[in-house]
Every structure is written in C-alpha cells, then in structure tokens.
C-alpha cells in the first residue's frame, strides 16, 4: 500500500501522478469516487493525470482517447489497449493506492511520492 | 527618398497650401515595415469585439503590425491574448480566424497542448521530460485592455498609456470622456458587420476619414443627412462639433427617415448631430443619436488594407429583429465611396507627379498634424 497524499490534498476534481514504473495516476471524481489507473495514455505517451475529469472517465490531454476509470477501458477510437485499474482506499484522512499486480515496481518512497502532483 | 530619409514635416507652402507625405510614404515596403514596427507594435489597437467572446473558451485570431495574436475567454472569466505562436517550433497554433475551444489550445503540428490561461498542459513525452518548467514554455501573453465593448491590445514589452493615447484622442476631439460615454458604447448590441477589403495605403483612409472636403462631391447620401458637410468642413475639424441633421431630416439612415430611437444616454444637445473621432493608428469612431459606427482598420501592406465596420444599436433594437438596412445603408455608401476614392489615388502615389507629394488646402490643414503624427514615430 502506498501513501499517495493527505485527504485535504486531493479535492474534487483533481488528479495525482505518482512516478511509478509505470506511472500511476489517482483521481477523485466530482462525485467524490476514488480511482487509479496507469497514467500513460495507450495511443501515445502523455499524462492522463493532465487530462479532463468527466464523470467516470478521464480524456487525454493530447488526442481526447478516453478512459473509463472504472475499467480501463479505452473508447477505441484512437487508444485501443485498456490501461491497467488499482484501488484507492481513504484511511484516517489520507489517500493509499494499492496496485493490482506486483510486477509494478514502486521505485520510489513516499517522500518522493508527497512530492509528486 | 528612401526609407532612411523620411520627407520632411508637412510645411508651409503658402497661407492656404500646406504639403503632404510624399508620395513613397503610401508605396515603399520599407517605409511600410517601419510603420508596422514603430507604431502597430507599440500602440494600442483594437482588434475585437467584447460580445464576440463571451463564452469560455471562444477565441479570434487577429492581427497587430506583423504579429498573429490569439485572442481567448479563460475558464476563469478573463479575457487573454496570446502570441500565436508555439514555443515548441513556432509553427501557427490558431489558424481558424474565430471558434470554440473545446478544452485547450494545442497546437497542429507536435500537439503542444496549452490551457485557456496559456499554460503547458501537455505534450508527446512531456512526462518524461520533467525539467521543462511548464509556466517558462507557456504561450507569450500581450498586453489587453477592454473599452467601448473592444478589445484592445498592445504588442509593446512596455505600452503606451491607454489613457494618454486612446481616450486621450477622444477628449481632443469630443472635449470631455462624458460625451462619448453618454453613448454606452460597450452596452451596444452588433446589429450589421461589414468587411472591406481595400487596395490602398492605410494612411490614405486615415486623410480620407479626417476631412470632409470630398464629401459634395462624392457623397450625395451623406451631405443630404449633413448639409454643413457640403461646406468642406468635417466634423474633426473642430473641437466637441457634431454636424447637424439637415431641418427636414428625421434620423441618421439613407433616405433621411427615421432611425430607431435615441439612445438613452444621449444629450439633448448631442442630438440630431453626428460626431466623429480618428483614434490613432487605427480606429474610426462615428456616434449619432440612435447607433453608434465603429471602424477597425488592419494594413496587412503599403497597399493593402483590411476594414471592419460595426454598426452597434441598442440591445432591445437588435434583438427586435427590426430592419437595420436604412441605417446601415448610409454609412455603407459612404464606406464605399471613400474606399472607392482611395482606391483610386493609391496608383497615383507611385506617379512621378507625385514624388513630392501634395496639398492640403485650409479645410484639410489639421491632417498635417497626423503627418506630424507619423513623423515623430518613424524618426
């Protein structure tokens, strides 16, 4: 389990990537849902954590493939390969990811993690 | 002459001639790309309409002196303006002259991706490259002012005073701010917009615009509205003159009928006049009781001139759907009829008759003060 940031620190509407290998983004929906999925977008390389927020999905900053956030999957048009889901959990004011396959490596600690937006 | 010997100021011929610019003013590229530089890159200069970017996310592409500028509404409500150009590799990020951003700017070519305050937001591998401060390749900003419901701006690194030299010009020509703001501009409403492309020097409309010695002879429309303007005197002539609507005329429209009702804020003694004002280097402003005309002009060469004309009417009028055309027929007429007249001396300023110049006879003599104008800003 890895500390992504206080509570107060994410509002609604707002994104986290965490410099994984690969990059992992955290975001809170405007509905108040937690979610993370890998952060690089499958068409080409850039941050889905730049992206737009809508509902349960985020748009890449660069050609608008969209993602569920809930599933990974992508809306086919440009980016066709889901990107991979993890868990969010809310504990005692602070936000932890928990990714969903051990060949993740998370290869940084958590100072450098608070450090990251 | 060339462009490193700039004629002389406009002197004394005798007591009713004074000259002109020479001729090469109107025609050499040199001189043309030093008016670019030295004044439409350094002064204010009005390049849209308020109400045409309202929405978030609307923006223009205009042009100031030789620079590409794009104007856009922030999600934060302000109004920006940006050099269009992208700090990857310089290629044109707007090239659609208005529209609706959906989410950001992003340029064609690499997909440098800005926000709507001119941010970097995103490009190709930009996660990879985290040295690059995303603020310091941010879009450059220009300096924007908004009044009378435009949108002005300024390409200077330190500007010129806004109030010394753009409502400064109101109050030498009106007298006071009050008469102009009496009017309500910035609360007009775009009843018509007409774009004129002429094929003459922009300083040739500028003379046109400032003096009313051709108007017997090439406006009929206009000196029946205005009969004193057959007298050769143009409103600029004067300080805080309107021209008074003929006896038997009932408004400010074709055919002397009667125009929508006065304005609200108007004066009783601005009524029933039209007034005028050049707002150096670029903007002509007409004001009559009921509507309000607003000139833009942007020279794109030394013989290549764009013109925007805004008929502004009250909100409640515009949105009645009521018949404009009388109105704007007026100063459409008389638009073509000017662009007409300078088209037709543009070929001449390159004649060998014209090497010299001109004259300015006594009813044309404050236009030597735009040559002064000129002058000093090219020195």
Redesign the interface.
């Known amino acids: 389990m890895i500390h992504v940031c206080a509570l107060a620190d994410m509002p609604r509407g707002s994104a986290r990537r965490l410099p994984l290998v690969p990059p992992v983004s955290v975001f809170h929906t405007s509905d108040g849902e937690f979610y993370a999925i890998d952060d690089t977008c499958t068409h080409q390389d850039a941050s889905l954590a730049d992206g737009w927020l809508e509902g349960c999905e985020v748009e890449c900053p660069l050609h608008a493939a969209i993602f569920d956030l809930r599933t990974g999957e992508p809306d086919g048009l440009l980016a066709r390969k889901p990107v991979r889901t993890h868990r969010v959990l809310v504990e005692a004011d602070s936000v932890y990811l928990v990714l969903s396959t051990p060949d993740v490596m998370a290869d940084i600690g958590g100072d450098e993690l608070e450090a990251a937006s | 002459m060339t462009a490193a010997t700039p004629g002389v100021t406009p002197s004394p011929i005798s007591t009713s001639l004074i000259s002109t610019l020479a001729g090469s003013y109107y025609t050499d590229p040199a001189i043309f790309a030093r008016e670019q530089e030295q004044i439409f890159e350094r002064s204010w200069t009005c390049v849209a309409l308020v109400a045409d970017l309202a929405a978030t996310g609307a923006f223009q592409k205009v042009q100031a002196g030789r620079e590409s500028v794009v104007l856009v509404r922030g999600r934060d409500g302000a109004l920006r303006a940006f050099l269009n150009v992208c700090r990857h590799r310089g290629a044109q990020l707007c090239t659609e002259e208005t529209g609706q951003l959906r989410?950001?700017l992003?340029c064609p070519y690499h997909?440098w991706?800005y926000d709507l305050s001119g941010k970097l937001?995103?490009?190709?591998?930009?996660?990879?490259m985290p040295d690059v401060d995303r603020d310091r390749y941010g879009l450059l900003p220009v300096h924007i002012r908004e009044w009378l419901g435009y949108v002005w701006i300024c390409l200077g690194d330190d500007p010129p005073s806004f109030e010394e030299d753009v409502i400064g010009e109101v109050v030498t020509r009106l007298g006071d701010v009050g008469s102009i703001e009496r009017y309500g501009v910035e609360d007009l409403a775009l009843g018509r917009r007409i774009r004129y492309d002429v094929a003459a020097n922009w300083k040739l409309i500028i003379e046109n615009f400032m003096e009313c010695y051709h108007c017997a002879t090439i406006h009929p429309e206009l000196t029946e509205v205005l009969p004193e303007f057959a007298e050769g005197y143009a409103a600029q002539f004067f300080v805080g003159h309107g021209a008074a609507f003929g006896g038997d005329i009932d408004g400010f429209t074709v055919d002397g009928s009667a125009g929508a009702d006065k304005l609200p804020g108007v004066s009783d003694d601005q009524d029933r006049r039209y007034y005028a004002i050049t707002i150096k280097p670029q903007v002509f402003v007409n004001l009559v009781p009921d509507h309000v005309i607003v000139h833009r002009m942007t020279p794109l060469a030394a013989d290549r001139t764009i013109v925007e004309c805004d008929w502004l009417f009250a909100p409640d009028v515009v949105a009645s759907g009521r018949d404009l055309d009388v109105s704007v027929e007026l100063f459409h007429r008389v638009n073509q009829q000017d662009f007409d007249a300078c088209e037709r001396t543009q070929p001449g300023m390159a004649s060998r008759a014209y090497r010299d110049g001109g004259v300015l006879v006594p009813s044309e003599h404050h236009i030597g003060e735009f040559h002064s104008w000129l002058q000093e800003r090219l020195a």
């Open positions: 989410r950001n992003q997909a991706t937001v995103a490009a190709p591998n930009l996660t990879s």
